[in-house]
């Protein structure tokens, strides 16, 4: 049986590579510069996967507003929408690390961005904090 398996295996790398062959040809007389001879269905796949490499999200280490910290839920989960309602373009996270929930807010990269909404909502919410999180970073790149 692993016999066959590694056959299997070895007869479908090496279909695989006869259908990403690529020639490439220099010559020096030719201004052009390089020709590249290649199947058309490679084309097909870069251009299937261009655009979700334009837009996307990356987790790392960043920063977030933490606004509650406490052990009764409900008034977690009230604190939580009534952040939502005030600044609807801002994310917002609640967890559970016993014996505590945690409402905490934003996915900011430096200290320096977080801190700005921490200036806007210290005063609503107390008390309040900046603490390292791992965050969700949205890419976007503009078509050139």
Known sequence: MRLFLSFFFCLCCSALTGFAQMKVSYS??????VVIHADSRLALVTKSH???QRNYIRSTHGFRVQIYSGSDRAKASEIKLDFMRRFPGIRTYMTYVQPQF???VG???????AQKI??????????????????????????D
């Open 28 to 33: 020096a007389n030719d201004t052009g510069g």
């Open 50 to 52: 261009a655009p979700q």
């Open 102 to 104: 945690r409402v905490k």
């Open 107 to 113: 996915d900011f990269a430096t200290r320096a961005e």
């Open 118 to 143: 921490y200036q806007q909502v210290s005063t609503l919410y107390s008390p309040c904090m900046i603490v390292p999180d791992i965050v969700e970073l949205t890419n976007t790149q503009k078509d």
